[in-house]
């Protein structure tokens, strides 16, 4: 791959649910509210990222190519 994603989550519309972290431990965090926030702004694209964020169930996640801004996920419609 070797593109660098920016990671973002929603924080009004993330439930909590803990699901990224499942697909990805080591990307995300929960805060005391649980809210996800990305483990770093940035990242190199990564396929645990991108199953985290297929698998948020409100598709909190967006990945965004920093070279370019496309959107990587969630596939437009
Ligand atoms: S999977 Fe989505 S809703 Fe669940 S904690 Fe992560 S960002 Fe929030």
Redo the contacts with the bound molecule.
């Keep these: 791959m070797g593109d660098r994603w920016q990671v973002e989550?929603d924080r009004g519309v993330?439930?909590?649910?803990?699901?990224?972290?499942n697909h990805a431990p080591q990307r995300?965090r929960?805060d005391t509210a649980r809210q996800?926030h990305p483990a770093a702004p940035e990242s190199d694209a990564d396929e645990q990222i991108l199953a985290?964020a297929e698998?948020?169930?409100?598709e909190?996640?967006t990945l965004t190519l920093v070279a370019s801004g496309e959107v990587v996920f969630p596939p437009e419609e």
């Design positions: 989550v993330c439930i909590g649910s803990g699901m990224c972290l995300f929960l996800s985290a698998g948020c169930p409100v909190a996640i």
